[in-house]
Nanobody, 126 residues
Framework: QVQLVESGGGLVQAGGSLRLSCAASGRTFSPYGMGWFRQAPGKEREFVAA???????YYADSVKGRFTISRDNAKTTVYLQMNSLKPEDTAVYYCAADRTMPAQTMGVNSGNVDYWGKGILVTVSS
């Protein structure tokens, strides 16, 4: 059974930075697409960023230029570097990974993603 475990969340002031990590554990797992989603209080889950196995990246317009997604295939770990954080970035952030789904389609096909982390809270104070 594959498990995704997020770390690195917390409280930060507006303009600050945080780095989220998500490590996959369990049986041998080489995901195709890996990504991050978030859900703010009272809102639906939304796509944040995704990355392919070869490093092609995709971002939501709301985070372009501020967030950077990366991955370490040897460690089956995906990262999200978040800079210039805004109060509207406050949300529970979820890691996602899929065995066969391309990263470029994760944003519109999230309901079919294989594996999800439990989520980690990021709070940005004004």
């Amino acid at each position: 059974q594959v498990q995704l475990v997020e770390s690195g969340g917390g409280l930060v002031q507006a303009g600050g930075s945080l780095r989220l990590s998500c490590a996959a554990s369990g049986r041998t797992f080489s995901p195709y697409g890996m990504g991050w989603f978030r859900q703010a209080p009272g809102k639906e889950r939304e796509f944040v960023a995704a990355i392919s196995r070869i490093g092609t990246t995709y971002y939501a317009d709301s985070v372009k230029g501020r967030f950077t997604i990366s991955r370490d295939n040897a460690k089956t770990t995906v990262y999200l570097q978040m800079n210039s954080l805004k109060p509207e970035d406050t949300a529970v952030y979820y890691c996602a990974a899929d065995r066969t789904m391309p990263a470029q389609t994760m944003g519109v096909n999230s309901g079919n993603v294989d594996y999800w982390g439990k989520g980690i809270l990021v709070t940005v104070s004004s």
